[in-house]
């Protein structure tokens, strides 16, 4: 018999970084997801950049072209897809096809799996930041921030909103029915999030109770925490509270994040058994 | 017949690997499980058989920590299944009866994956080997036939050198050339002491396999006993069968010797031993026809197997 304890921390952390591997591997194997969820934000910016590239974003005496206009909101989008959507539609999928069933009877930590799904939407969103970052640079001349302070600001924002995003998409993966339907149920959620957040329109441009509601939820945060890096200074003003206010940003992510943990804590199970 | 494994020091002595008392099991107002008990030793192979809807799954995924039980008492090496921990999920290897996942990695990334879960873990080639998947190690799962994708699921099983094996259904969509593969991997299991719970519909399986055999119909536990046992010594009697006139004739005789050489050179001579199935056919047949008195006295004549297929169907 053995005497490593299954329950260890280190196991636990050990079987993790094999979930995360496993994870990113079949993730790059599934077409639709790659293309729905990783490469979306991408062509996103690259329609935008290339429909708008007569207009002028900026002011009357200082240019600001489309696609360093969208590149934060499409980093933004990059942080729910990555995290919400694809988490939700892909744990109600292994709900509903067995594989969950599967590991209730190995003896997987259930926090090796979440480690797993939270590190491989980490280095998934990692990467697609990288393309975005990469496409805006080069194809489209985006001057990008040489201040550290702006990429330090750039790596919280961006962390604590895939963190946040991926726990919601845990939360969020109880909600279809079945695997079947979750595309149905989970895209028009985030959908609606992203057009209500600035992420496709201006969000200084929408009626204020619209705003009201969108602060509400942490996308809008995220994409305004992205403003503050990617923008010049003189889009600060037009901001809902006249700043890019980051405390704002971090408290309501925040929250979000703790709240997810907690429904995912007291809802996530292998399996529904009957009562 | 029974074997132990020769390195396990005396573990036919210890308590039993499973031991159920009184397993009840009701959804809703129907009940699945009625009163199930039965051991089963260490090394020992138990086959558990009976119709569809009879209970069977409900009895294993129980055992296995899926369901919980509404009355009677399980012990599952030494722990209470519905509260199993890691620790114990560690020592068991679950062949579920549905395989359902499309996945997107190869057989041979899926069983070292799931090797890493597990502290004493077999080699990854060999089971590869002992499935008989050498040729599709490099295939991803969800390219695989049925019958491959089934062998999968049976060398994950095996994977972490289980102390306890559950095969629900395990040769389901194999050829007959795979399903004599892997009665021989049974086999192999066996010689190494695993202790077996098999549900099949294949009676020859469960003869081949199988050490000591319960029957289940409509929740209740109908006979128990060595494979060549089963149904009693009378359900063995012989047949002696031949032809006379061009009509066939049938004998039950414990003394078909003597019946033959009375009977001289009839046309289609044949002494017959009913098997396995003949015998379990015969057993349900008679649960069934007793069931069905039962049924008409107390529950206006509602067939029992279609609500037992719908409650399994429901929360599996």
């Known amino acids: 018999m053995t005497t490593i304890s299954m329950t260890s921390p280190a196991r636990t952390l050990r079987l993790g970084a094999s979930r995360i591997v496993y994870e990113v591997r079949s993730y790059f194997r599934q077409g639709d997801t790659v293309f729905f969820t990783f490469l979306f934000p991408v062509v996103m910016l690259t329609i935008f950049s290339v429909a708008f590239s007569e207009q002028n974003f900026g002011t009357d005496n200082k240019s600001l072209t489309a696609a360093a206009f969208y590149l934060p909101g499409m980093l933004a989008a990059g942080l729910l897809l990555s995290g919400l959507q694809n988490l939700a539609v892909d744990i109600a999928g292994e709900k509903s096809d067995g594989t969950l069933k599967r590991f209730a009877g190995t003896p997987l930590p259930v926090l090796s799996y979440f480690i797993g799904k939270i590190g491989g939407a980490f280095v998934t969103a990692v990467l697609q930041a990288i393309v975005l970052l990469l496409v805006a640079r080069f194809a489209f001349g985006v001057d990008l921030p040489t201040e550290p302070g702006n990429w330090l600001t750039f790596a919280w924002v961006f962390t604590l909103g895939v963190g946040t995003s991926a726990i919601l998409g845990i939360a969020l993966s109880a909600l279809p029915r079945s695997g079947k339907s979750a595309t149905a149920v989970i895209i028009p959620i985030a959908l609606v999030l992203q057009f209500i957040s600035g992420v496709y329109l201006a969000f200084s441009q929408l009626p204020e109770w619209l705003q009201n509601f969108a602060s509400v939820f942490p996308l809008k945060w995220m994409a305004q925490g992205m403003r503050s890096v990617f923008l010049p200074n003189y889009f600060e003003a037009a901001e809902v509270s006249g700043e890019w206010n980051l405390a704002g940003v971090a408290i309501v992510t925040s929250i979000w994040l703790v709240a997810g943990l907690l429904v995912t804590r007291l809802t996530f199970r292998w399996i529904r058994k009957d009562s | ?316």
């Open chain 2, 1 to 316: 017949m029974h074997r132990c494994g020769d390195g396990q020091n005396g573990h036919m002595t210890s308590q039993p690997v499973v031991s159920v008392r009184d397993l009840r099991k009701n959804y809703g107002t129907f009940t699945a499980l009625d009163g199930v008990s039965f051991d089963i030793h260490r090394g020992e192979t138990f086959a558990l058989l009976g119709p569809n809807g009879a209970g069977k799954s409900t009895t294993i995924e129980i055992l296995e920590g899926y369901r919980d039980r509404s009355g009677g008492s399980a012990i599952v090496l030494g722990v209470d299944p519905g509260k199993g921990g890691l620790d114990w999920k560690a020592r068991l290897g679950i062949v579920l009866q549905s395989t359902g996942e499309s996945g997107a990695v190869t057989v041979r990334e899926q069983l070292t994956h799931f090797a890493g879960y597990y502290p004493n873990a077999r080699d990854v080639d060999e089971v590869i080997a002992a499935v008989g998947l050498e040729d599709k190690q490099k295939t991803l799962i969800r390219k695989l036939s049925g019958g491959q994708r089934r062998r999968v699921d049976v060398a994950l099983g095996i994977i972490g050198r289980p102390e306890l094996l559950f095969l629900d259904e395990p040769t389901t969509g194999f050829d007959p050339e795979a399903r004599r593969q892997f009665w021989q991997l049974i086999e192999r299991l066996k010689s190494e002491g695993t202790t077996i719970l098999l549900t099949t519909h294949y009676l020859d399986e469960a003869a081949q396999l199988g050490d000591r055999a319960g029957v289940i119909a409509g929740g209740k536990l109908i006979d128990i006993g060595r494979i060549d046992e089963i149904g009693g010594a009378d359900a063995r009697v012989p047949v002696v069968r031949w032809y006379q006139n061009g009509v066939l004739h049938e004998q039950r005789t414990t003394t078909p010797g003597a019946v033959v050489a009375a009977l001289g050179e009839p046309e289609g001579l044949e002494v017959v031993r009913p098997s396995l199935e003949d015998i379990y056919l015969e057993l349900v047949r008679e649960h069934d026809a007793g069931d069905t008195r039962e049924t008409r006295e107390t529950r206006d004549g509602t067939d029992e197997t279609d609500t037992a297929d719908e409650a399994e169907g429901a929360t599996a």
